[in-house]
Structure formats: structure tokens, C-alpha cells
Nanobody
């Protein structure tokens, strides 16, 4: 079992940047494919980005492609989400998720994931 703790959220002006971190407990982080999801008030949770176990494969939602970058450091058991050119519509609670994945696979669907963090608030002001 893995426990996930997100950090790095906050308030930023439109056009600014934030880097979210998700630290995982346990010695087998490299066996997990990781994802970031977000949920805005009154909306359903949506996929943001996902990365494979090795970091070699990454997927992005169309709405963040070219602005966000997902990466991972298996030695530090941490996955990151670098968010640039932030827009007010990026405002949401961002959560990371983990699943024991096949090598070379990343997952877009939230029901693929078994473990979730508590989330961190990102607010982008106009």
C-alpha cells in the first residue's frame, strides 16, 4: 500500500507558475504509475496528466498540453506537476493518484487508480 501527500498549491496570478509535488511512502514507488487529477467546485474530477513507472511515457489532457509537465523522481519517491501559463480555469483541487502499473503504461481514467492523496488547492486569479 502507498500513501500520497501533495504539496505546492497556492494562489497565483494568471500567467504564473506553480510546481506541485506528490510524495509517496513505501519502498516500491517505481512500481506505480502515477497521475494528476483536478476537481473544480461543482464539476466532476478530470484527468490532468499521467506518467508511467519509469517516466518514459506521459499523457496530458488537451486543456493543459504545452503548459503542464509531469515528471517523477523514483529515488525521491516523488511525482511533480510543473504548471506554467496558468489560467483562472485551472483553479481546482489537484490530487495525485497511484496504481501498480505495467511497465510502459500510463493511465488516463480515474477508476484505474487505487490510491489517492488528499489534494492541494490551486487558485489562479485573473
Amino acid at each position: 500500500q502507498v500513501q500520497l501527500v501533495e504539496s505546492g498549491g497556492g494562489l497565483v496570478q494568471a500567467g504564473g507558475s506553480l510546481r506541485l509535488s506528490c510524495a509517496a511512502s513505501g519502498p516500491t514507488f517505481s512500481r506505480y504509475a502515477m497521475g494528476w487529477f483536478r476537481q473544480a467546485p461543482g464539476k466532476e474530477r478530470e484527468f490532468v496528466a499521467a506518467v508511467s513507472r519509469s517516466g518514459g511515457i506521459a499523457y496530458y489532457a488537451d486543456s493543459v498540453k504545452g503548459r503542464f509537465t509531469i515528471s517523477r523522481d523514483n529515488a525521491k519517491s516523488t511525482v511533480y506537476l510543473q504548471m506554467n501559463s496558468l489560467k483562472p480555469e485551472d483553479t481546482a483541487v489537484y490530487s495525485c493518484a497511484a496504481v501498480l502499473g505495467s511497465s510502459g503504461s500510463a493511465y488516463r481514467a480515474d477508476d484505474e487508480y487505487d490510491y489517492w492523496g488528499q489534494g492541494t488547492q490551486v487558485t489562479v486569479s485573473s
